[in-house]
Nanobody, 126 residues
Framework: QVQLVESGGGLVQAGDSLELSCQASGRTGSSTAMAWFRQAPGKEREFVAAISWRGMDTYYADSVKGRFTVSRDNAKMTVYLQMNSLRPEDTAVYYC???????????????????WGQGTQVTVSS
């Protein structure tokens, strides 16, 4: 079993930066990819970013490319999401996820991830 705990959310103004962290515990095993998803009120959960086990491959939603950076520290069992130039439309609950996507294309899909955190709220005011 794997537990994921997100932190770092908060209320910021447009243009500000935030860094989210996701601490994993339990039997994460090897070859575990990590991802961030988000869900705004009244909307479906959407993919934000993902990173492969060794960090060699990263994936981003078009809406966050060039502004967000995903990274991981396997020794600390932690994945990060650095968010710069935040916009009001980035407001959402951000979820950390862990899993083993069978293919690269699966990295964008919630179904590829087995474990999920409880989420952390990010609110960006205009």
């Amino acid at each position: 079993q794997v537990q994921l705990v997100e932190s770092g959310g908060g209320l910021v103004q447009a243009g500000d930066s935030l860094e989210l962290s996701c601490q994993a515990s339990g039997r994460t095993g090897s070859s575990t990819a990590m991802a961030w998803f988000r869900q705004a009120p009244g909307k479906e959960r959407e993919f934000v970013a993902a990173i492969s086990w060794r960090g060699m491959d990263t994936y981003y939603a078009d809406s966050v490319k060039g502004r967000f950076t995903v990274s991981r520290d396997n020794a600390k069992m932690t994945v990060y999401l650095q968010m710069n130039s935040l916009r009001p439309e980035d407001t959402a609950v951000y979820y950390c996820a862990a899993g083993r996507p069978a293919y690269s294309a699966d990295s964008y899909q919630p179904r590829a991830y087995t474990y999920w955190g409880q989420g952390t709220q990010v609110t960006v005011s205009s």
